[in-house]
């Protein structure tokens, strides 16, 4: 596998290399002129032969254009004002550029919309990206600004209940999704139970989602990659900004270490729910004292030794902390405690080997850990007893990889590399302590020992254009998997064409294979902490997928992004809890799993605006997501929980002006499918004396699986902005309110005894926030 593809590589190379005489290079790095920050996917345009390219992750770009002429530059990013140059090309240039905010400026050069980028301009189809300052503008649960609530607006994307923070993307499950801060993968993306997610807003710098014609460069997950980075920190100059709401404040520190080299970024946020509530807890309880809170941190250091080198180096660690105390007159001390958290952080070295080829070496840790813990002590007649169980399970991995971007030519960018992952994986222990004043002492591990395992990949693929209406991009994704002695390995091809119609209109269509070899355990329910991860084993294969989608794109005018898009997956292997299987048994996990397959399909419709006063977009999706396991449902197909046949969003943001801004979101999405029973009756059994019948016992009659499907979902949510500008900061005012017509949303259904009948609970009224938000 390994010489294959690296002989696919050579032939590549070589062939483009024969096309680079009389020819020259421009390269450099785009970024924002106000702070440094490097601008990716900025576009660059050359008017003279119609053909451009994107700056990458780190703000490179290399353009290499026939020389003796004059090439007509032109560059471009969402919100900055466009630059444009004449250069007579005789030789190899170095051309850094700096991109202005069109806020800071008078005048805005604008280029013709003939010559700018587009989405049908693009070969990559699946693919979603939101301005961070337009999720900043979406009304929250709370207020607090949630990334990921955000994307569960977008068509394909789905939330798997009411204010929950997990994706389920075109038919997958929550762990069919890469999740990567900086290029590092994120295991739990959630904070108190899935009601708001793990990512600061305030830190981040783009955010994009790819759902399906994955170029060869991704791997590892079935449904989706989400691609969030962190900002850098100014290099120019020293900011902050920060916010207090109503159950949690944050602040961003960033600037310069050493202007224009070095600059850091740090950036925290914490609840106070429970410092808030802890005098009236007091008065309350008198001997209980509950509490909960969650904090996350952010923070970040960049150097640039030359235009050749830089390093970065960045981290996160968040946790969630849940308690109880007991105090009874110092005669019984109790404390019990729940917590899970991510650890992550990388290392960073990019290295511009020449101006047509780029280096990215990174090393990464990332562990998420779950435990919940108690200790008691009691005290009676001067003995002491005291006894302690402490329950844990997670993740730990450390990796490291290369990634190569070679630009040859226009119509052609290269990308290629390699990686290595260590798990280690903890699927559940449970330690017990007991003890007195005696000599009696009991310690001992109860549950699954920790499994290690590696995970490496090797890839190639080309976005080429052929001809001015034809491009492709076209790769081969090689992983293996080494565990307990078994090895898997898998060859992915990925391809994504489009084709240029008259009037502009681009036809897209893809095709990929993708395989996952590590599991989340879940129930099915809200996104517990207590979910499991476990890998692939010889009992347990890989999980495995196929999509193909087809669809078309065009922008109307210079603003509407609009295009459809139809698909359909097919997946093998998917892991599930066999029926009545529990998590609380401490037994082999692998015996309480079984494996199936699934099948998604659907189409997707999608109009954006990103820029102007007015921004938003209205998203539908039509879908059908089913599910067969041999030891499920009697071996019968039934629709997954979160098979939504339609799903609806409307997001609209409008700037009135400098000062007052508004914004709304509608969903609409039908009921999720969940299993009752569908009769009940009262079992006489004769007495054993035959003299009549006992009182008898309830027998409950299954239906079958996900056999009925709750209310529609929908919520309206609406927010005002009212920002000032001050003499050294900027402060702004936040209102709105969630669920704005209190719509009773389903949340789930029992039966009730009393009224023999079933109910529905529903979790959120209307939910009023109030946000103080400042810059300087």
Known sequence: MKYNLLLLLSLVLVGTALNAQDKFTISGYIEDASSGEMLIEANVFDDASASGTVSNLYGFYSMTLPGNDTVRLSFSYIGYATQSFAIYLDKDITLNIKLEDEATLSEVVVVADEVEPNIEDETQMSKVEVPIEQIKQIPALLGEVDVLKAMQLLPGIQSGGEGTSGLYVRGGSPDQNLILLDGVPVYNVSHLFGFFSVFNADAINNVT???????????????????????????????????????????????????????????????????????????????????????????????????????????????????????????????SRLKWGNITSALRWNYMISNKLFANTTLTYSRYRFETSTETEERYDGEVERFAF???????????????????????????????????????VLQLDLGDETDFDFDTLIGTTDTRAWEMTLYVEDDMRIGENFSANVGLHGSAFLVNGESYFSLQPRVGMRYLLPQRYALKGSFSMMAQYINLLTNEGVGLPTDLWVPTTDQIKPQRSWQAALGVAKTFGSDFEVSIEGYYKKMTNLVSYKEGASFFDFNDWQTKVTQGDGEAYGVEFFVQKKK??????????????????????????????????????????????????????????????????????????????????????????????????????????????????????????????YNAYSRKNPYFIYYSEGDNKFKQVSLFPVIPYFTYSFKF
Not at 280 to 292: A, H, N, S, W
Not at 312 to 327: E, L, P, R, T
Not at 642 to 671: E, M, Q
């Open 209 to 335: 989602l790819t759902k399906g014609g994955f170029p060869a460069r991704f791997g590892g997950r079935l449904s989706s990659v989400m691609e969030i980075n962190m900002k850098e920190g100014n290099s120019k100059e020293f900011h902050g900004e920060g916010s207090i709401g109503l159950i949690a404040s944050k602040l961003t520190l960033e600037g310069p270490i050493v202007k224009d080299k070095t600059s850091f970024l740090i950036s925290g946020r914490r609840t106070y729910i429970d410092l808030l509530a802890r005098p009236f807890l007091k008065r309350q309880l008198e001997d209980e004292l509950p509490g909960y809170y969650f904090y996350d941190v952010n923070a970040k250091v960049n150097h640039k030794f030359n235009d050749k080198h830089r390093l970065y180096a960045s981290a996160y660690a968040g946790q969630d902390v849940f308690y109880i105390k007991i105090n009874e007159d110092d005669e019984y001390i109790q404390d």
């Open 390 to 428: 402490k329950y844990f399970s997670g993740i730990e991995d450390f990796g490291g990889k290369i990634d190569f971007d070679f630009v040859p030519s226009p119509d052609h960018y290269i990308r290629f590399g390699t990686s290595a992952t260590h798990h280690t994986f903890s699927p559940g």
């Open 612 to 737: 102007g006063k007015t921004t938003g977009w209205l998203g539908y999706t039509l879908s059908w997501n089913n599910r067969i396991f041999p030891e499920i449902n009697s071996g019968e197909e039934y629709p997954f929980k979160y098979d939504r046949r339609h799903d609806l969003s409307l997001v609209v943001v409008h700037r009135f002006n400098d000062k007052i801004s508004v914004s709304g979101s509608w969903v609409y999405g039908t009921g999720n499918s969940i299993t009752l029973n569908e009769a009940r009756y009262i079992a006489f059994n004769p007495n054993g004396d035959g003299t009549g019948f006992n009182s008898g016992n309830t027998v409950e009659v299954p239906g079958s699986k996900n056999n009925y499907r709750m209310a529609a979902y929908h919520r309206l949510d609406f927010g005002v902005d009212f920002t000032k500008q001050k003499k050294r900061y900027e402060r702004t005012f936040s209102l709105g309110a």
